[in-house]
């Protein structure tokens, strides 16, 4: 098999998400975009190790997921309260924050 | 090229506490100022004790001169080191010698003279402590300019002079024209110390010293280049013109007028306005080496005594006419002195001379304006004879003294300065010879006609009515002084004259007076100005005394257009404040609007630049996350391309 | 050798005092202000007996300590003293004081915070509301010294709160170990470090506690004063990494010791470059036209005690900058840039005194003057004449003397009288007799009168630079006449002539606690202008040296006297 498949899949992934985030409004489908960028970085990094020999892109892609759960968590709570207050879930109504 | 300096005998005896001059004059200043009110009540005493006291000191150390030996009789005493900084060394020391001791004589015997006069003239002013305490710092900065052993202590007298005039001209500033008019003449005497400073400088680049010594021993050596040592003597004579008063820098002198009465008698007369003959003869050897500065000198002095006589005629103001006559005065003093070695001991008696008459004829002018309730104008004036005698004598003759009358001071002076400048031969001898012939016919116009207007004729005053005078002789405190200055101006110049007195004992400093070959015999001349000084009186016996005086001056309109100019002293002040004053204000102005819109727009401006930019580049923080993220991604992309290239190709 | 750290000592001393003076609560501002007169006094009295143990004639620094402080850049704790830094250190010691007893009551005057009784603004000219606040304890010398003239300003103004007089003795203490640090640092980082960290106390004197109605223009004036000196630093910053670069190539280990570097021989490309870094930002300290603009904002906002130290003191760190720094360590750039540097100066004589004549405000007035005599200064110290040196650096401190004392009697005015505005006096000489002596003998010591101190220094000036170039030194002295003008013209609109403002009839004349601050300094100006000796004595030699080291002699006079090369008579 070869691994430039893997790495393929990987940018394709990665290029799925990047335009989910630019393009979508709707906070959860961004946050979830972001997943699929995790992920696709994710595969690059296990895909490398198995190429590599090594357990080093094994163990960051671990490390990877452990922070992507824990944004999640924090995301989800800051989206969830915007909610609460905005009624709206999307990201172009929470422009408070500028010039 | 070197060369020794000049010697002079050390301090001993009596010298060695000629500061003593200074100093008690200097206490008396300090008492007075630092005392407060509570001397208010003896303070005019401290203040005449101080000057007389400095006056006795005078007489000692003139007495301890006289026994010495000729060589001997110039003493330097070296007090304390000023100013050391490697090669410039200036010490403050005093030089005691033939020169600057006729001058402590004249300035603390006249000073104190005066000093009594003001216990009078001053005894109604609420601030006559202070006035006492200037004139006492006065004396202590005149002192230390004529007894400077080098060029820098006269410097330093030289503007506290300047201090102590600009001080007692405002004496009463509560008068904006007083305010102005002190301010002028601070203002002048410092373009001409510009000239001194400069002189001083260029001394120092060339000799290494300031010390009399060593200049005058490097001028004596004939080392220094013409064209340094005429700039020196042409910059120390800018510094003497502002000084004295004189052309082009005579305008401040008869605004001082504002002044005190017994100020214009003792500053603007008899003493600091002759420091620039001082220091001319004092600068003899400097003056001896150049031709060209003497010419300069004797054209200023020559120029000025016409300005000063023909001003002086215009004017009804019984101060200012006195004022423009000391400018014409010292312009005869200048005239002489410019006439070098043979002119240099007839300038100082001249000058001496004046200082008798002149402080008289304003301490008299003080007299009558103090009966007259402090009326100085001649033509409200007329046959004070009767009312006061004492004045009209002592007046009468500082008067004649001032003409030459013969026998009186100015007689034996002023001839012998017409004779001398004949004496310089050619051209320029007649020249100069016949403007100070015409200058003693007009001297003699306009004091007879100030001297006629004021005592004599019928009064045009009353006695009655709202604006009443009851004029008075002035008390014994004033008329004492008065006495005495008459006494000096009637016997001075014989004195100085008999046996060539004064000119061997100047000789030293000066230089031996070379008996020129006569133009004219002496007897010629003395004829000849005795003639030309009646038709000067006769002139104005006629026109002021033979016919009634108007009592108010004629407009501008009906005199001649030379009246007219006369009146508004020659436009002196019109050329001053065209050439210098309306310029330096709009100067001063445009630079105030430029250094707020140009120089400190400049730095505002960049701050709004930076202000305005970082404006525009909020903008970029929309709030959109999503544009953001776009951002982001175009970063990262850029970056990787960024790399590929490095890297990659 | 000397043992005892003189300097550390003279550092240390007002630091600690300000951190002790700043924990004060603001009712005790008395005792505050007791202790902060105090501990200057204290120092005032070391600065003088470090003058009496320091050895004039003694080659390089004295009192030197050194310790390594970041030593993998070299950066070393490095004191000492030489006869010019040594006089400011004194200037440093006798102002500040002075300052502190000027400033005693300023801050009386200003409202009060808002209090339980409502805190309505006080219409009665800034006294404590009647509710009997429970911060005036140190208020009973409030009700004493308000001046009247607090009425018409008050009652237009918006509320301002009240300053704390702690904070102020605590700014005034860090400005005062800070310039003695400027002063006396031999590391070039150190002084760098000093020379920013000075800005800040100043920073809050204007912003904070100058003139209580004009919150706008202070922090205005503040900021540009800041941001401005900021400017300069950072080149110099640059500046000084460079040098410190330069020593790495020269020596083994980089280092930022001013003895080390002065031993370097930069090539003079490198030194063109330094030498701008530094200058440009002593330039704007001293400051030089056209660099200037701040100055006249800063000194009419900053507190008159703020002004008197601004002026004094803070500007003459870059005059010291210019001969401790720029000339020693790039002699061959300081030759290059010397016209540049001297045209500057005598542009800002005569721009400065213009300026100074045409100003309606007597702090902008005398701010100019101030310019004025920076072009002096800067003008004796690249004529590279010991005669012009030695009078630049006794500028430096008569500048101090005379300028500080103008600058005091415009405070007694403006406390009379609530305002700086020219126009606003007239006459006062038949009121305030003493207050209005006071300001002609500083206005005269400006003007350089003979028998005051400036007269020494700018005849020094002058002189030693007509040698080294007669045309500057000509040009230069005419600059006299205009500074007659502007100190006459200045005492001629507010002190004589009649009375014109009704105000003015029954202003107080000077206090005893404004006499004694008056007193010394009066003093020291006719005493240093009579007898400068013992000051040109310490500072000749350290300026002979600088210019010795450097290449520069003076030059000898065509036709010398032959029996005494000194001239002496």
Redesign the interface.
Known sequence: MNPANYLILAALLFTIG?AG???R?NAIV?FMSIELMLNASNLTLVTFSRLHGTLDGQVMAFFVMVVAAAEVVIGLAIILSIFRTRRSAS??D?????? | MTHTPVHYAAASGAFSVSWLLILLPLAGAAVLLLGGRRTDRFGHLIGTLAAAASFVVGVVLFAAMLGRSGDDRAVSQHLFSWIPVNGFQVDVGLLVDQLSIVFVLLITGVGTLIHIYSIGYMAHDPARRKFFAYMNLFLASMLLLVLGNNFLSLYAGWELVGLSSYLLIKFWEDRPAAATAANKAFYMNRVGDVGLAIAIMLMFATVGSTSYADVFGAAAANVIGYGTISAIALLLLLGACGKSGQFPLQAWLPDAMEGPTPISALIHAATMVTAGVYLIVRSAPIFNETQAARTVVVVIGAITILLGCVIGCAYDDIKKVLAYSTVSQIGYMFLAVGLGPAGYAIGIMHLLAHGFFKAGLFLGAGSVIHAMDDDQDLRHYGGLWRYMPVTWATFGLGFLAIIGFPGLSGFFTKDRIIETAFDKGGTSGYLLGAVALLGAGITAFYMSRLFLMTFHGRPRWSSEGEDARHPHESPPTMTGPMIVLAVGSTFAGGLFVLGHSMQDWLEPVAGEGVEGVHTFSPIVLTALTLVVVAGGFAAAWLRYQARPVEATARPDTEVTLVTVAARHDLFANTVNETIAMRPGQFLTRFLVWLDLVGVDGLVRGSAAGIGGLSGRMRRLQTGFVRSYALSMLGGAVLMVGALLLVWGG | MNSVPWLTILLVIPALAAVVVAAFPRRLATQAKQLTLAVTLAVLVLAVLATFAYHPNRAGFQFSQHYDWISTFGISYAVGVDGISLVLILLTALLVPVVVLSSWDEFDGDPQDEGPAGGALPEDGGLPAGGGLPESGGGTAVLVATPPVRVEAVAQAVPVPRRSVPVFCALLLVLEAGLVGVFAATDVFLFYVFFEAILIPMYFLIGSFGPAQQQAQRSYAAVKFLIYSLLGGLLMLAAVIGLYVVSAEHLAHGTFDFASLRQLDITPGVQKLLFAGFFIAFAIKAPLFPFHTWLPDAGAQAPVGGAVLLVGLLDKVGTFGLIRYCIPLFPDASDYFAPVVLALAVIGIFYGALLAIGQRDMKRLVSYTSLAHFGFIALGLFAFTSQAGTGAVLYMVNHGLSTGLLFLVVGFLIARRGTADIGAYGGLAKVTPVLAGVMLIAGLSSLALPGTNSFVSEFLVLVGTFTYNKALAIVATTGIVLAAIYVLYLYQRTMTGPITHEANRNLPDLSWREKAVVAPMIALIIGLGVYPKPLLDIIRPSVTATYTDVGRSDPAPPHPVTSQPGGRS
Request: hydrophobic share 55%; glycine share 0%.
């Open positions: 990047t985030v630019l393009v409004r961004v990201v172009d929470v422009n408070l924050l500028k010039y």
